[in-house]
T-cell receptor
Framework: AQTVTQSQPEMSVQEAETVTLSCTYDTSENNYYLFWYKQPPSRQMILVIRQEAYKQQNATENRFSVNFQKAAKSFSLKISDSQLGDTAMYFCALRNNAGNMLTFGGGTRLMVKP | GAGVSQSPSNKVTEKGKDVELRCDPISGHTALYWYRQSLGQGLEFLIYFQGNSAPDKSGLPSDRFSAERTGGSVSTLTIQRTQQEDSAVYLC????????????????FGPGTRLTVL
């Protein structure tokens, strides 16, 4: 079985500053995919960033980047220049290459303060 | 193009009643997934459809839950004899494919249906 753990239930950051959300996971597979999703109060789950485990280079999407440490099974999300619109729940998720569904962490509630 | 849509947005029902939740995936997406998001359990996988293959029902919590996907497009999740513990947000997602390289297996989510069982 695969598991995903987010150890920070809540975090806050000042607008324009940088924040890092933690995620660790466990899987017996060597090839898998990792995701960060954002869920604002509207409930819509929005893909933030995706990382293939076979790629050593960390994924980046504008202000969002990841620190993927495969050996440590760690996949943290860094948000630079935080904006008020970044306030949301953030979920880390894992999908095995052979599997179909996403396994989610418990989420981190991020509050960006003006 | 249009994203994943779900209806109704909210559903309130009485314990023991049956409910149907609908999902319209992104056009052309062959894979469709249902998840449940509840306070106590977080986000749980329920069921997965891929093309015309038999669905993966491994996440369904009981035989009161069932789902269909007609014509490889629209899906309906049915909960029979609803219980209070069924109260949750039911999320549907679709992806172009179920697996593979690139980003074709990235799952895109709908806004969910919030189910409240009184």
């Amino acid at each position: 079985a695969q598991t995903v753990t987010q150890s920070q239930p809540e975090m806050s950051v000042q607008e324009a500053e940088t924040v890092t959300l933690s995620c660790t996971y466990d899987t017996s597979e060597n090839n898998y995919y990792l995701f960060w999703y954002k869920q604002p109060p509207s409930r819509q789950m929005i893909l933030v960033i995706r990382q293939e485990a076979y790629k050593q280079q960390n994924a980046t999407e504008n202000r969002f980047s990841v620190n993927f440490q495969k050996a440590a099974k760690s996949f943290s999300l860094k948000i630079s220049d935080s904006q008020l619109g970044d306030t949301a729940m953030y979920f880390c998720a894992l999908r095995n290459n052979a599997g179909n569904m996403l396994t989610f962490g418990g989420g981190t509630r991020l509050m960006v303060k003006p | 193009g249009a994203g994943v849509s779900q209806s109704p947005s909210n559903k309130v029902t009485e314990k023991g009643k049956d409910v149907e939740l609908r999902c319209d995936p992104i056009s052309g997406h062959t894979a469709l997934y249902w998840y449940r998001q509840s306070l106590g359990q977080g986000l749980e996988f329920l069921i997965y459809f891929q093309g015309n293959s038999a669905p993966d029902k491994s996440g369904l919590p009981s035989d009161r839950f069932s789902a269909e996907r007609t014509g490889g497009s629209v899906s309906t999740l049915t909960i029979q004899r609803t219980q209070q513990e069924d109260s949750a947000v039911y999320l549907c997602a679709s992806s172009l494919t179920a697996s593979g390289g690139g980003s074709t297996d990235t799952q895109y989510f709908g806004p969910g249906t919030r189910l409240t069982v009184l």
